[in-house]
C-alpha cells in the first residue's frame, strides 16, 4: 500500500471538503466523490497527480443491499505508473438521473470499459464516442445485471427459430 | 431360385452399403465453446485416438462435415451462429450434444444461456457429462454409428419422417405456454 496523503493534499486544496470522503480497508484506498464533481476529480488525477492508468470502470447495484442509501455506485480504479499508488474512485447514481460524463477524452482505455457498464446497467456515460451494447446482442432489451432483473432472464433465451430435420 | 456368385463379389441393399459407408467415414465439425472442447481434443488425440472408429477428420468449415458435436454451452448471441453453421452442413448430416450444458444449460440457468441446442436444432445423441470423458464421447459415435446403420437410408429418408419434425418434449412445454414469449424472436435462420 503506498501512501496518498499528498494526493489527498492536493485533492482537497483543489476540491475543498465538499462530497470528501476517503477511507481504507484491506489495503483498498478509496475515495468516494459526488457524480458531478467525478469527472473533474479524475481529471485532476490524471493531469496534476499522475494517475496515468486506468485499471478498471464498474459498477455496483445496491438495491435491496443493507443500509444502502443509493442504487449505483460506480467504480474507477486508476493508477499512477510511476510512484505505484493506486486509487479507487467511487460516484453514486439513483434514478432517473443515470448519467454521468464519460472518461474516454482521458483514458482511451475506458471506451469498452464504459460500454459494458451501459450494457450490464443501463448508465449513460455522456460524451462517450460510440456508446452502443458491447457484449449482448443488439436487439437486446434491459439490464441483466441491474438486481431488479429476472436471473433466468424474461424468455430471450427461447426466443429462436427452431429448425427441424427436414429443413436442414 | 438360385443365382450363380462369382468368387468376390457380395449382394447387399443400397440403403445398407450408404449407411456403412458413411458410417465409417463420419467427419466432425468441432463446435466448441467450453471446456467439453478439451475433451473434445482429447478424444481426438493419441491416446484415445478416434480415428479407430473413422472419425478423426475434423474439418472446420462445415461444408465437409457430416456430424456435427457441440461441445459446451451456447449463448444467446451464439445460437443462431450454430443455426447457420448447422445449416450450411451437407446432407446427410447428423449432431451430438456433447456434455451437460449443451443438452440442458447444464449449470448455467441464467438469461444468456440456452438451455438445451435440442430446442432450436436437431440432435442424435447425447452425452452426459460435465464434461464427459473421451470414453463417453467415443461411446456417443459408436452408438450413433449403429443408429445410422439401422435405420440410413440412400435418399435420406429418414430425416424427413413426420416424427423426426416433432418438437422435443422440453419445446412442446414452450410452446404451451409455460416460458413467456413476449420479445422479438433474434437471429433466425440463415
Known sequence: ?168 | MEIEVPENVALTKLDWLASWCRKNSLWPMPFATACCGIELMATGASRHDVARFGAEVFRFSPRQCDLMIVAGRVVMKMLPVLQRIWLQMPEPKWCISMGACASTGGIFDTYSVVQGIDRFIPVDMYVPGCPPRPEQLIQAIIDLQDKIQREGSFLGNEFITDARQQPKRALQELELGQVPRSLPIIGGKA
Open chain 1, 1 to 168: 500500500m503506498v501512501d496518498l496523503s499528498g494526493v489527498l493534499e492536493q485533492l482537497k486544496s483543489r476540491f475543498g471538503e465538499r462530497s470528501w470522503d476517503y477511507s481504507e480497508y484491506h489495503k483498498n484506498q478509496r475515495l468516494v466523490v459526488a457524480a458531478d464533481l467525478c469527472f473533474s476529480v479524475l481529471e485532476f488525477l490524471k493531469k496534476t497527480c499522475g494517475f496515468d492508468m486506468l485499471i478498471d470502470v464498474t459498477c455496483v447495484d445496491y438495491l435491496h443491499y443493507r443500509g444502502a442509501k443509493d442504487r449505483f455506485g460506480l467504480v474507477y480504479i486508476v493508477l499512477n505508473t510511476v510512484t505505484g499508488q493506486r486509487l479507487i474512485v467511487r460516484a453514486f447514481l439513483n434514478e432517473p438521473e443515470l448519467k454521468i460524463p464519460s472518461v474516454v477524452p482521458l483514458w482511451e482505455g475506458a471506451n469498452w470499459l464504459e460500454r459494458e457498464v451501459f450494457d450490464m446497467y443501463g448508465i449513460e456515460f455522456t460524451g462517450h464516442p460510440d456508446l452502443r451494447r458491447i457484449l449482448l446482442p443488439d436487439e437486446f432489451v434491459g439490464f441483466p445485471l441491474r438486481k431488479d432483473y429476472p436471473l433466468r432472464g424474461r424468455g430471450e433465451r427461447h426466443n429462436f427459430e427452431r429448425i427441424t430435420r427436414g429443413e436442414g
